[in-house]
């Protein structure tokens, strides 16, 4: 994607793009295709973005896994109607890392980041840059989402009662919005910044040589150290800032980027050994990158003064909405449901022990560190170990999480399956 400063001008259009079966067919988009740009800050710095929609239908933007003041995160209250602008402005205060945005309304998010509304959005430090990760050619976003097209080349998006439950899941896997993407590379160290922004399926990402991802980031920014993985799982709305060393591979070379087998996630698993994306070796070259012992500090948090429970429950209605519900409740905007005092730390109990889905629980206005994950996988992943926005709760686990909130207002915290945030398993809390 095209990258664009966050002093600029963006706007939600309908495009045309190929998806597959290389018919043009309308796509939503932030652009002149599906998705958007990728927009890039610096720490300290204020973004000044004025955004125009230009579709048929309300929208807005959440800038996920940007903590900001809560006028400026794109509450599903905050709508944008058509052919109305809203000017973005709000400063940068969190560390390097990978942050994404899309539309975040009540009942339409699902649809609208399906059809194309979604983008990257980059903070960048001089803390980071001493660091001399790979850059420019050497350092690429992938975003990849699983979409159901037609024959016809359009995008499908008609979730059942039985796709709300599990999740709409589609057939074909794009990155950055390309089907069968391949990505040329010469053999050294690159940086990819993954994002899983599908609406509800999971991935089990492994390089089909068997190299290592190393982990330098997750969600909210870098880890302390590079952590090697075989293999990367990623729920919806999760990041991963990684890097692979092509220096063994030979030229000529094809390297999958694929999704591996896995289980206990309910039904949002992947297309088992599928492969994503291409990765191909042309021609050798020498880096002198070595890989950083450490990357950047952190402080772990502590003294959390409350325990708050948020327990993930379904309940089989016959009306197609609200099957999925938090501490029994449905997602009602003007209702408060949680209150937080401004400066405190708290612990979130995110309680999926009686569930048989898998529940990306995402909080807005914060960032999180994992305490514990008991059930289930029982363990917290070492690419879980740092800043995170977003965390799996897979059937039968329970995750603790510790928060200290630094900004005022009403935010929302939400299943980041968006079939089951459409569906209402959201809440509302504000920060006083
Ligand atoms: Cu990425 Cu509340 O969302
Ligand atoms: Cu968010
Ligand atoms: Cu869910």
Redesign the pocket.
């Known amino acids: 994607p095209q990258t664009i400063s966050s002093t600029s001008t963006l706007s939600a259009q309908t495009a045309m793009d190929t998806l597959a079966n290389a018919k043009q067919t309308p796509v939503l988009g932030y652009g002149n295709g599906l998705l958007g740009p990728t927009i890039r800050a610096q720490k300290g710095q204020n973004v000044n973005l004025n955004f125009t929609n230009k579709l048929s239908e309300h929208t807005n933007i959440?800038w996920?896994g940007l903590v900001i003041p809560a006028t400026m995160d794109?509450h599903p209250d905050h709508m944008i109607m058509p052919n109305n602008s809203f000017n973005f402005q709000f400063p940068i205060t969190q560390q390097a890392g990978t942050n994404?945005y899309?539309p975040?309304l009540h009942g339409l998010?699902g649809k609208q980041v399906t059809e194309g509304l979604a983008g990257m959005f980059i903070v960048e430090s001089p803390e980071e840059k001493a660091l001399n990760l790979p850059s420019g050619a050497y350092e690429i976003p992938l975003i990849i989402q699983d979409k159901r097209i037609n024959t016809n080349g359009t995008i499908q998006y008609n979730p059942t009662m039985a796709e709300v439950m599990s999740g709409y899941m589609g057939e074909t896997i794009l990155v950055n919005g390309t089907n069968s993407p391949f990505l040329e590379v010469v053999s050294r160290f690159y940086r990819f910044r993954v994002l899983n922004g599908s609406t509800a399926r999971i991935y089990n990402l492994v390089l089909s040589n068997g190299a290592d991802f190393y982990v330098i980031g997750s969600d909210g920014g870098m880890l302390p150290q590079s952590e090697s993985m075989k293999s990367l799982l990623l729920s919806p709305?999760e990041r991963a800032d990684v890097l692979v060393d092509f220096s063994g591979a030979k030229v000529g070379e094809m390297i999958y980027l694929e999704n591996k087998q896995f289980s206990g996630m309910g039904d949002a698993q992947g297309v088992q050994g599928y492969k994503i994306m291409s990765f191909n070796v042309t021609n050798a070259e020498k880096d002198n990158f070595a890989l950083p012992t450490a990357l950047l500090p952190f402080t772990k948090l502590s003294g959390a003064t409350k325990t708050r429970p948020f327990k993930l429950t379904m309940s089989m209605g016959n009306s197609r909405e609200g099957m999925h519900q938090i501490n029994g409740k449905v997602f009602d905007s003007d209702r408060i449901d949680e209150i937080v005092n401004l400066g405190s730390t708290e612990i979130w109990e995110f309680d999926n022990t009686d569930g048989d889905e898998a529940h990306p629980m995402?909080v807005?206005g914060v960032h999180f560190q994992i305490l514990s994950r008991t059930g289930g996988r029982n363990t917290i992943l070492p690419q879980e170990s740092g800043w995170k926005d977003?965390v799996l709760v897979a059937p039968k686990e329970k995750v603790l999480v510790i928060l200290k909130f630094e900004h005022k207002g009403k935010f929302?915290v939400?299943c980041?399956n968006l079939e089951h945030?459409d569906d209402g398993m959201?809440l509302n809390f504000e920060v006083i």
């Open positions: 959440h996920h794109g994404w899309h975040h998010t709305g995402h807005h977003t929302v939400h980041h945030e959201m």
